[in-house]
């Protein structure tokens, strides 16, 4: 099992930046890669970003490219999400995700464990 606290939310306004993070704990040794989706009032959860644990590739959702950065401190055991010129759509709950199984990274199903999530609010 692994365990996920994500941190780093709050009330920000458009323009501005958050950096989440997404700590993890148990047997994270086990580890493979580490994703960020979130999930606007009324709306699915969706793909951010996702990327390998060990120096692996990064991929992105079309919506934050050139905006946000994943990175990870696999020494601390822990994930960030740096988002950078926030706009009113990004507000949502944010969540981390970690050990893909299979292919299809962009898709909820592909994740094992989920925290619980933190909440992004931006201001127009």
């Known amino acids: 099992q692994v365990q996920l606290v994500e941190s780093g939310g709050g009330l920000v306004q458009a323009g501005g930046s958050l950096r989440l993070s997404c700590a993890a704990s148990?047997?994270?040794?086990?580890?493979?890669?580490m994703a960020w989706f979130r999930q606007a009032p009324g709306k699915e959860r969706e793909f951010v970003a996702r990327?390998?644990?060990?120096?692996?590739?990064?991929y992105y959702a079309d919506s934050v490219k050139g905006r946000f950065t994943i990175s990870s401190d696999n020494a601390k055991n822990t994930g960030f999400l740096q988002m950078s010129s926030l706009k009113p759509e990004d507000t949502a709950v944010y969540y981390c995700a970690a050990d893909q199984n299979g292919y299809k990274y962009y898709t909820e199903g592909a994740w094992e464990y989920w925290g619980q999530g933190t909440q992004v609010t931006v201001s127009s």
């Open positions: 148990g047997r994270t040794f086990s580890m493979n890669a």
């Open positions: 990327i390998g644990w060990n120096g692996g590739r990064t």
